[in-house]
């Protein structure tokens, strides 16, 4: 198993992720769903992507979905610089959004496109907490 310690950047809150950021302290990854055309969005913002509606409610995620892509980056920039090698994946959220995290708690050898993965939390001694994904094991 990777054993890379990724840094974890105090996020800067905005009134926009403010409910975001707090529900992540709580272990809870919140995505927002417009109440005009029903599309689910990540990341949390005031205005609809799809349609530009400002009817925008706050839900909360299963935390689960699937790799869509990643890459293993072995030069980050700023407090990635030292942290070594370590997987930046878009990950497709079972909601529909995708988002660009990182894998942890495997090696990237292990890794597949398609693969089931799920939400962890990486304290940042700040406002909110990282949402990052792990592979989901399943029992045989």
Known sequence: MSTTELPSPKPEIQPETASFWAATLEGKLLLQRCSDCGRAGYYPRFVCANCHSTGLDDFEATGRGTIYSYT???????????????????????????????????????????????????????????????PVIRDV
């Open 72 to 134: 293993v980056t072995t030069r980050g920039i700023l407090e990635y610089a030292t942290a070594g090698s370590y997987v930046l994946a878009m990950v497709a959220l079972d909601e529909g959004p995708k988002m660009i995290t990182n894998i942890v708690e495997c090696e990237p050898a292990d890794l597949h496109i398609g693969q089931t993965v799920e939400v962890v939390f990486a304290a940042t001694g700040g406002a909110g907490a990282l949402p990052r994904f792990r």
